[in-house]
């Protein structure tokens, strides 16, 4: 079983940054999927960043220019980089690995954006 920890979220004000990080009990060189997903009340949840085995990235419309998703597989760590964070960022984020036909999910972390 893979155990997933997020980290990093918090109360911003609109504009601001925030890095999320989620550590993996497990060795993340070679995963098929990395991602990150958020839900916001009342909202499914969606994808909003994710990075193949390739190091290949997806990015949701919404935060295309903004976040950017990364890696330290020394760390077994994946990153998420908020910038100009908006009132509509606010959400719940949850880190996901995807790994052999199974996927895994951490426990989530909360990001509000209000001023």
């Known amino acids: 079983q893979v155990q997933l920890v997020e980290s990093g979220g918090g109360l911003v004000q609109p504009g601001g940054s925030l890095r999320l990080s989620c550590a993996a009990s497990?060795?993340?060189?070679?995963?098929?999927?990395l991602g990150w997903y958020r839900q916001a009340p009342g909202k499914e949840r969606e994808l909003v960043a994710a990075?193949?085995?390739?190091?290949?990235?997806n990015y949701s419309d919404s935060v295309k220019g903004r976040f950017t998703i990364s890696r330290d597989n020394a760390k077994s760590t994946v990153y998420l980089q908020m910038n100009n964070l908006k009132p509509e960022d606010t959400a719940v984020y949850y880190c996901?690995?995807?790994?052999?036909?199974?996927?895994?999910w951490g426990q989530g972390t909360q990001v509000t954006v209000s001023s």
């Open positions: 996901n690995l995807y790994n052999n036909y199974q996927y895994f």
């Open positions: 497990t060795t993340i060189f070679g995963i098929n999927s």
């Open positions: 990075m193949a085995r390739d190091g290949s990235t």
